[in-house]
């Protein structure tokens, strides 16, 4: 069976939209929680979106509502990596993707799931998302300065 095929939808504030992809759970499992998936950066982006999609299709094979995005400023949503506030406008993407896949899937409970620099950014979401129930951090940089510094050796 082949999985739920996802939703492109730009969502977020007109002026500065952001894309997503919305992934329904299989009708044979409703589940009360929804998945959101935080990329990673850069070259990893890159390396992790095929295993991104297909963690997404999964998910969603098993009934969970996913949504997958880019981040203000990446990929293909508005704005540019120079812009300012990135941290800010991170958080606050991570913010609108919870309410998007909430509206989608009514769901109220969210696990986030991040890898590198969106682990780091799921945890500091989660602290301002009170339905945010459960974290999947996969090796998150402990703090930026070591994270840059990885950066910087390749």
């Known amino acids: 069976m082949s999985p739920p095929a996802a939703v492109p939808l730009w969502f977020g504030p007109p002026e500065r939209p ?11 499992s409703l ?17 992790a979106y095929q295993a991104y999609r297909r963690l997404a299709e999964m998910l969603a094979e098993a009934g969970f509502p996913v949504f997958r995005f880019d981040y203000d400023g990446t990929g293909d949503s508005a704005g540019d990596d120079s812009d300012p506030a990135r941290l800010s406008a991170w958080l606050g993407s991570i ?60």
Do not use: N
């Open 18 to 28: 952001l894309l997503g992809f919305y992934h329904a759970g299989a009708a044979r």
């Open 31 to 47: 589940r009360s929680r929804a998945v959101v998936l935080c990329y990673p950066f850069g070259h990893e982006y890159t390396a």
């Open 95 to 154: 913010g609108l993707a919870i309410e998007q896949v909430q509206a989608q899937s009514g769901a109220r409970d969210i696990c986030l799931f991040g890898l590198r620099l969106g682990a780091m950014l799921a945890y500091l979401a989660a602290a301002e998302h009170a339905d945010v129930r459960e974290l999947v951090l996969w090796a998150p940089s402990l703090t930026g300065k070591v994270y840059l510094r990885e950066w910087r050796a390749l």
